[in-house]
């Protein structure tokens, strides 16, 4: 339960003259920088009626035109044409109760309640009479008190109903006071009543003020009351007290605040009892009328204003000497402190500036100066100043320049002046460094092995080395020995504006456009903005006692936290974080300007100066304050297909919509446009997503599920919120993604895949029968013709031959006391005739065997075994039992067939030089082996023939008709084994 905002401000009263606390010379009181929203930002009108603050962390702005919620980014707008339980959007004032509901009064006479994310309008039915409220207030302990008519009710929160508390002992009609919501006042007679904290005090009026017509009365939190009469005048009573003094306009009285963090705020009260805020912004004292002042969680101060929307005041951090303060320009370049104190500023196209003791002294080519624009500055151990010019270099001795006997390379310009431990002094030109020391200058180059003759940086490290860097690269002289880098080499790139050695030897690296470079242990780290480095320009480097890196560049001035960059360097963090300053702090111009040295210095009062295009900007790190709070995370809203949707217990997304955005915000107040956010969809985004300062989430075609968004925002400062806030989402399932769909479509699935199979499976069944049966038919019609034509051919043709043969043989003998001649051709006769025989029964033979028909197929094969091994060579060792009855009679012929055909590819292709085959026969089983020492084959070689038109097909299909199985195994190089086994009995092959 918080208290009222008033309740934490102390507010005093002042009788002396009003005026601005501004010391001597240029140095200035504590300052403010104003940053301004209107409508124009999204502020729904530029009057405001109220500013508070919610639990949740929001601000909220009352106007003439709706009610603004802000997040330190962007407004979100309730009136009556978009928000259920707002009749008007002229909102007349708005405090906060202690239960952290926002109460609004309208025009009209009504009272709005804001509770829990719904308005409420009151009304008869609450114990509202219609139209007529006149003002609310808020006592200190944060109870609400509402004016009805002339009727003061009390809001009772546990029941919810407003009680009349009106004091019985005095009917008057009161009106509500002035500025803060504090109460209510009414005038009867001579007396002033004022009803505030609960209680109704009266006071005395004198006759002057009892004869005028009271126009207002206001009362600021230090409970001092203020009167002002239609006529103009103005009295006030000093809290605790009851007499009436009058304020002389000569003498305007002030009322001061001492907020949270102890700065003091000075307000004076004008004509029409109106408020006027006086402070120093950018040094020049500002006044600003005021109807509301709030300050927020992080010690923002919030104005609102009658007509010019609502400022923000926040303490300036960056004060800005320019030409206002006596500087002899605005645009800046080098900086030197010398060991006096007085800081020295070099001026593009003007001269030199000398600061000391609060007040500039200004020199030009007139008191000596070589030339108007300054490029370098830089002391010796004398006390001197070196200047280097675009007129060439100065020395400033006893209040005069002086032309130093130092030869500078033809054609140009000193931009760097450094003078080393051993008293050598060196100057960065445009075409080489010069090392000067009580005698001949020397220029190196290139050639001597510099990176670059364009020398705009040099510093010496603690252990003696000089680094120089410019427009090529860097530069290392040890001991006389050079060594250099490029980007090439792990540089940040090679324009090389500003070089920083720290207390731990690590050597820092700024660049005009390449990023941060970090040197350590002969090993270079590069940050960027792709890592959190908020430019990738950086002009100078330097380092405040708290070991922040302060750097410049194009867009403003930012620091980082040392530890973070060497986290990063270590391998323990994937990005760093930048705090930018900018106008909102103070910088007239965020336009930095560096490339002449130094580019900024820490003065010896630790304050750090940083040259710009408007003057020069002084950061004091000692009054920089972090904001150690995270950030409150909200998600706001969830648009599906471009619209709005509830967000009341997670999100369901019907299975038709496609777009799913939703805008989150982080509640901070301090550089709100720096805050960054990441979020994470669990379910589908496998790692945190870095959205950098965009307040929404995009996602486009979730498949449906469950899901669980998360977001978390950290503050300018890097504190991250890691809990944030997190909302369930469910993409609903069309119905034919549905489970139960899903598993009606697998059931029907396996019924039609299992139909399918079964119809394929059994047509691929008919289809082998078919092929079996047409086989086996084939098969036995070829070995029927063969015997056919066998047979035709053996007791046809073979008799023929035979009778021819026989005529031929006793023609010889009947004439062989004839002609020599016929006797030759008739013996030729018998000859071809015997041949056409011997040839006749071989085909025969092959067509069918006659002795598998005669002497059956024991005998058939070993004859077959036998005439194979006479006829090529090979020793084939036979063992065949007994088979003649274990086949049928039709399918004999199969078996001699895969005999026949395996000796064929043994004699033919094998190589072999010896054989066996067995023939065995049991009860149950009869098995054919083939075994040969040959050269063997690989499985990608077996032979689908021998050229009589079988082959191991054909075996094997004839093995099948037989009921048997057919295997053949054969190894490159180590022969082959071919098996035959067929079942007897009419069992199964096993």
Same mark, same amino acid.
């Given at each position: 339960m918080s208290a009222p905002p008033h309740n934490h401000r102390i507010f005093r009263l002042s009788v002396t003259l009003l005026s601005f606390a501004i010391l001597t010379g240029v140095a200035l009181a504590t300052q403010y920088r104003m940053?301004?929203?209107?409508?124009?930002?999204?502020?729904?009108q530029n009057v405001i009626r109220g500013i508070a603050q919610t639990e949740d962390g929001y601000l909220w702005v009352a106007t003439l035109n709706g009610l603004a919620r802000f997040d330190g980014v962007r407004f979100t707008v309730f009136n009556k044409g978009n928000t259920p339980g707002i009749n008007s959007n002229r909102f007349g004032s708005m405090v906060k109760d202690n239960n952290g509901d926002l109460w609004l009064t309208l025009e009209s006479g009504s009272l709005t309640r804001y509770h829990k994310g719904t308005f409420h309008t009151y009304g008869p039915e609450d114990g509202i009479p219609e139209d007529t409220i006149r003002g609310t207030a808020l006592d200190k302990y944060g109870n609400l008190w509402v004016l009805s008519q002339n009727s003061i009710l009390k809001w009772k929160s546990k029941s919810s109903e407003f009680v009349d508390q009106t004091p019985a002992e005095v009917k008057v009609g009161y009106q509500p006071l002035r500025w803060e919501n504090t109460g209510f006042w009414a005038k009867q007679a001579s007396t002033l009543y004022i009803f505030a904290e609960g209680k109704l005090v009266e006071y005395p009026l004198p006759a002057w003020l009892s004869r005028n017509a009271i126009w207002d009365v206001g009362i600021d939190g230090g409970r001092n009351i203020w009167i002002e009469t239609y006529d103009g005048k103005q009295c006030f009573i000093q809290a605790g007290k009851t007499e009436i003094q009058t304020v002389n306009p000569k003498a305007p009285l002030a009322i001061t605040y001492r907020d949270a963090h102890g700065n003091l705020w000075t307000a004076h009260v004008g004509q029409h009892l109106v408020l006027s805020l006086d402070l120093v912004s950018s040094g020049k004292p500002t006044t600003i009328e005021y109807t509301r002042f709030l300050e927020d969680k992080e010690g923002n101060v919030w104005v609102g204003t009658e007509g010019d929307g609502v400022h923000q005041l926040r303490e300036q951090v960056i004060h800005v000497y320019s030409k206002a303060e006596g500087i002899i320009d605005q645009d800046i370049f080098p900086v030197y402190q010398e060991p006096s104190g007085a800081i020295w500023l070099g001026a593009w196209s003007s001269g030199l500036s000398r600061f000391q003791d609060g007040k500039f002294t200004n020199y030009t080519t007139e008191n000596g100066l070589p030339g108007r624009l300054v490029s370098a500055l830089g002391g010796d151990r004398e006390g001197n100043l070196w200047v280097g010019t675009h007129g060439g270099l100065a020395v400033f001795r006893n209040g005069e320049f002086h032309k130093p006997d130092v030869p500078l390379p033809v054609d140009s310009t000193v931009l760097a002046i450094f003078e080393d431990k051993g008293g050598t002094l060196w100057l960065g030109t445009t075409n080489g460094l010069v090392a000067y020391r009580n005698g001949p200058a020397k220029t190196l180059t290139q050639q001597d092995g510099l990176a670059s003759n364009d020398v705009r940086v040099i510093i010496q490290s603690a252990s003696g080395d000089i680094w120089a860097g410019g427009y090529g690269g860097l530069t290392r002289i040890h001991d006389g020995q050079f060594t250099h880098w490029t980007e090439r080499d792990g540089l940040p790139g090679n324009s090389i504006r500003a070089l920083y050695e720290d207390h731990d030897g690590v050597l820092w690296i700024g660049g005009y456009d390449g990023g941060l470079g970090r040197y350590k242990d002969g090993k270079f780290v590069r940050y960027t903005q792709r890592n959190g480095l908020?430019?990738?320009?950086?002009?100078?480097?330097?380092?405040?006692k708290r070991e922040n890196l302060w750097m410049s560049s194009n867009r403003g001035i930012y620091r980082i936290a040392k530890q973070d960059l060497n986290e990063f360097a270590d391998g323990k963090r994937s990005s760093i974080n930048s705090v930018a300053y900018g106008k909102v702090d103070g910088m007239l111009n965020v336009e930095c300007n560096g490339g002449m040295w130094p580019a900024g210095i820490k003065a010896q009062d630790g304050t750090l100066w940083f040259p710009t295009q408007d003057g020069a900007a002084v950061v004091d790190p000692d009054l920089v304050s972090t904001n150690p709070h995270p950030p409150p995370v909200v998600i706001e809203t969830a648009l599906v297909d471009h619209l709005p949707v509830p967000l009341n217990g997670g999100l369901q997304i019907p299975p038709d919509k496609q777009n799913l955005e939703i805008e989150y915000t982080a509640l901070s107040f301090i550089r709100s446009d720096q805050i960054r956010f990441r979020y994470q969809m669990e379910g589908l985004d496998s790692n945190w997503i870095d959205a950098g300062s965009r307040r929404t989430a995009y996602y486009t075609h979730l498949p449906p599920g469950s899901y669980t968004f998360h977001v978390i925002a950290d503050n300018s400062d890097g504190i991250w919120n890691t809990n944030g806030q997190s909302m369930e989402i469910t993409i609903l399932a069309p119905f034919y993604l549905r489970w139960w769909f899903i598993a009606l479509e697998v059931l029907a699935a396996a019924a039609l895949v299992s139909l399918i199979l079964y119809y394929r499976i059994s047509r691929l069944q008919?289809?082998?029968?078919?092929?079996?049966?047409?086989?086996?038919?084939?098969?036995?019609s070829q070995e029927s013709e063969r015997q056919r034509i066998a047979a035709e051919l053996h007791d046809s043709l073979g008799q023929r031959l035979i009778i021819i043969s026989n005529l031929a043989q006793l023609s010889l003998r009947a004439q062989a006391k004839g002609s020599a001649a016929i006797a030759e051709t008739?013996?030729?006769?018998?000859?071809?005739?015997?041949?056409?025989?011997?040839?006749?029964?071989?085909?025969s033979y092959n067509l069918r065997p006659l002795q598998l028909d005669r002497l059956g197929l024991t005998k058939a094969v070993e004859t077959l075994i036998r005439t194979v091994s006479s006829a090529s060579g090979i020793k084939i060792n036979a063992t065949v039992d007994n088979i003649d009855d274990a086949v049928p009679d039709a399918l004999r012929i199969n078996f001699?067939?895969?005999?026949?055909?395996?000796?064929?590819?043994?004699?033919?292709?094998?190589?072999?030089? %010896?054989?066996? !085959?067995?023939?065995? =026969? *049991?009860? %149950?089983?009869? !098995?054919?082996?083939? =075994? *040969?020492?040959?050269?063997g084959f690989s499985a990608g070689s077996r032979s689908e023939g021998s050229g009589n038109g079988f082959g191991l097909t054909g075996m094997e299909e004839r093995a099948r008709s037989l009921g048997g199985s057919f295997r053949i195994r054969s190894t490159a190089n180590h022969g082959t084994v071919m098996t035959v086994e067929i079942p007897l009995a009419g069992k199964g092959s096993k």
């Amino acid at each position: 339960m918080s208290a009222p905002p008033h309740n934490h401000r102390i507010f005093r009263l002042s009788v002396t003259l009003l005026s601005f606390a501004i010391l001597t010379g240029v140095a200035l009181a504590t300052q403010y920088r104003m940053k301004t929203w209107t409508v124009e930002d999204g502020l729904p009108q530029n009057v405001i009626r109220g500013i508070a603050q919610t639990e949740d962390g929001y601000l909220w702005v009352a106007t003439l035109n709706g009610l603004a919620r802000f997040d330190g980014v962007r407004f979100t707008v309730f009136n009556k044409g978009n928000t259920p339980g707002i009749n008007s959007n002229r909102f007349g004032s708005m405090v906060k109760d202690n239960n952290g509901d926002l109460w609004l009064t309208l025009e009209s006479g009504s009272l709005t309640r804001y509770h829990k994310g719904t308005f409420h309008t009151y009304g008869p039915e609450d114990g509202i009479p219609e139209d007529t409220i006149r003002g609310t207030a808020l006592d200190k302990y944060g109870n609400l008190w509402v004016l009805s008519q002339n009727s003061i009710l009390k809001w009772k929160s546990k029941s919810s109903e407003f009680v009349d508390q009106t004091p019985a002992e005095v009917k008057v009609g009161y009106q509500p006071l002035r500025w803060e919501n504090t109460g209510f006042w009414a005038k009867q007679a001579s007396t002033l009543y004022i009803f505030a904290e609960g209680k109704l005090v009266e006071y005395p009026l004198p006759a002057w003020l009892s004869r005028n017509a009271i126009w207002d009365v206001g009362i600021d939190g230090g409970r001092n009351i203020w009167i002002e009469t239609y006529d103009g005048k103005q009295c006030f009573i000093q809290a605790g007290k009851t007499e009436i003094q009058t304020v002389n306009p000569k003498a305007p009285l002030a009322i001061t605040y001492r907020d949270a963090h102890g700065n003091l705020w000075t307000a004076h009260v004008g004509q029409h009892l109106v408020l006027s805020l006086d402070l120093v912004s950018s040094g020049k004292p500002t006044t600003i009328e005021y109807t509301r002042f709030l300050e927020d969680k992080e010690g923002n101060v919030w104005v609102g204003t009658e007509g010019d929307g609502v400022h923000q005041l926040r303490e300036q951090v960056i004060h800005v000497y320019s030409k206002a303060e006596g500087i002899i320009d605005q645009d800046i370049f080098p900086v030197y402190q010398e060991p006096s104190g007085a800081i020295w500023l070099g001026a593009w196209s003007s001269g030199l500036s000398r600061f000391q003791d609060g007040k500039f002294t200004n020199y030009t080519t007139e008191n000596g100066l070589p030339g108007r624009l300054v490029s370098a500055l830089g002391g010796d151990r004398e006390g001197n100043l070196w200047v280097g010019t675009h007129g060439g270099l100065a020395v400033f001795r006893n209040g005069e320049f002086h032309k130093p006997d130092v030869p500078l390379p033809v054609d140009s310009t000193v931009l760097a002046i450094f003078e080393d431990k051993g008293g050598t002094l060196w100057l960065g030109t445009t075409n080489g460094l010069v090392a000067y020391r009580n005698g001949p200058a020397k220029t190196l180059t290139q050639q001597d092995g510099l990176a670059s003759n364009d020398v705009r940086v040099i510093i010496q490290s603690a252990s003696g080395d000089i680094w120089a860097g410019g427009y090529g690269g860097l530069t290392r002289i040890h001991d006389g020995q050079f060594t250099h880098w490029t980007e090439r080499d792990g540089l940040p790139g090679n324009s090389i504006r500003a070089l920083y050695e720290d207390h731990d030897g690590v050597l820092w690296i700024g660049g005009y456009d390449g990023g941060l470079g970090r040197y350590k242990d002969g090993k270079f780290v590069r940050y960027t903005q792709r890592n959190g480095l908020f430019d990738d320009g950086v002009f100078q480097i330097l380092e405040d006692k708290r070991e922040n890196l302060w750097m410049s560049s194009n867009r403003g001035i930012y620091r980082i936290a040392k530890q973070d960059l060497n986290e990063f360097a270590d391998g323990k963090r994937s990005s760093i974080n930048s705090v930018a300053y900018g106008k909102v702090d103070g910088m007239l111009n965020v336009e930095c300007n560096g490339g002449m040295w130094p580019a900024g210095i820490k003065a010896q009062d630790g304050t750090l100066w940083f040259p710009t295009q408007d003057g020069a900007a002084v950061v004091d790190p000692d009054l920089v304050s972090t904001n150690p709070h995270p950030p409150p995370v909200v998600i706001e809203t969830a648009l599906v297909d471009h619209l709005p949707v509830p967000l009341n217990g997670g999100l369901q997304i019907p299975p038709d919509k496609q777009n799913l955005e939703i805008e989150y915000t982080a509640l901070s107040f301090i550089r709100s446009d720096q805050i960054r956010f990441r979020y994470q969809m669990e379910g589908l985004d496998s790692n945190w997503i870095d959205a950098g300062s965009r307040r929404t989430a995009y996602y486009t075609h979730l498949p449906p599920g469950s899901y669980t968004f998360h977001v978390i925002a950290d503050n300018s400062d890097g504190i991250w919120n890691t809990n944030g806030q997190s909302m369930e989402i469910t993409i609903l399932a069309p119905f034919y993604l549905r489970w139960w769909f899903i598993a009606l479509e697998v059931l029907a699935a396996a019924a039609l895949v299992s139909l399918i199979l079964y119809y394929r499976i059994s047509r691929l069944q008919q289809a082998q029968a078919a092929q079996h049966i047409f086989s086996r038919q084939l098969i036995s019609s070829q070995e029927s013709e063969r015997q056919r034509i066998a047979a035709e051919l053996h007791d046809s043709l073979g008799q023929r031959l035979i009778i021819i043969s026989n005529l031929a043989q006793l023609s010889l003998r009947a004439q062989a006391k004839g002609s020599a001649a016929i006797a030759e051709t008739v013996q030729e006769i018998g000859a071809e005739a015997a041949l056409a025989i011997q040839e006749t029964r071989e085909i025969s033979y092959n067509l069918r065997p006659l002795q598998l028909d005669r002497l059956g197929l024991t005998k058939a094969v070993e004859t077959l075994i036998r005439t194979v091994s006479s006829a090529s060579g090979i020793k084939i060792n036979a063992t065949v039992d007994n088979i003649d009855d274990a086949v049928p009679d039709a399918l004999r012929i199969n078996f001699y067939r895969i005999v026949q055909e395996s000796l064929n590819n043994v004699m033919k292709h094998s190589g072999a030089s %010896e054989a066996e !085959v067995t023939v065995l =026969r *049991d009860v %149950e089983h009869l !098995v054919l082996s083939v =075994r *040969d020492n040959g050269i063997g084959f690989s499985a990608g070689s077996r032979s689908e023939g021998s050229g009589n038109g079988f082959g191991l097909t054909g075996m094997e299909e004839r093995a099948r008709s037989l009921g048997g199985s057919f295997r053949i195994r054969s190894t490159a190089n180590h022969g082959t084994v071919m098996t035959v086994e067929i079942p007897l009995a009419g069992k199964g092959s096993k």
